[in-house]
């Protein structure tokens, strides 16, 4: 069993930053930060493979979002930039424990966080 716990959501305005963390209790292969708005589909946001360092993200969040880790802690983080009123949503933290699925899609993941609440408003 692997725990997720994430931590650093809130409340901001247009153009404000936010920086999420998620703490696992052990190593996984990747990690990944999904969101979901109500009534929409959960979405992968932003991935980072543990051993490479291997990254990728959504086009909507590239250049405004980065994704990074602290192995040491087993702690991913996802800054977050020029946020906009459509980033909100739930935010997940998702940990794999083996390869070979595709990083966007939520099956591909086996543990999740119980989420943090990201509000962006205009």
Do not use: H
Request: aromatic share 14%; hydrophobic share 30%.
């Amino acid at each position: 069993q692997v725990q997720l716990v994430e931590s650093g959501g809130g409340s901001v305005q247009a153009g404000g930053s936010l920086r999420l963390s998620c703490a696992a209790s052990k190593y996984t292969y990747y990690m990944a930060w999904f969101r979901q708005a109500p009534g929409k589909e959960r979405e992968g946001v932003a991935t980072i493979y543990r051993g490479s360092g291997f990254k990728d993200y959504t086009d909507s969040v590239k250049g405004r979002f980065t994704i990074s880790q602290d192995n040491a802690k087993n702690t991913m983080y996802l800054q977050m930039n020029s946020l906009k009123p459509e980033d909100t949503a739930m935010y997940y933290c998702a940990a794999a424990v083996s390869y070979g699925g595709t990083w966007y899609r939520p099956a591909t993941y086996n543990y999740w966080g119980q989420g943090t609440q990201v509000t962006v408003s205009s």
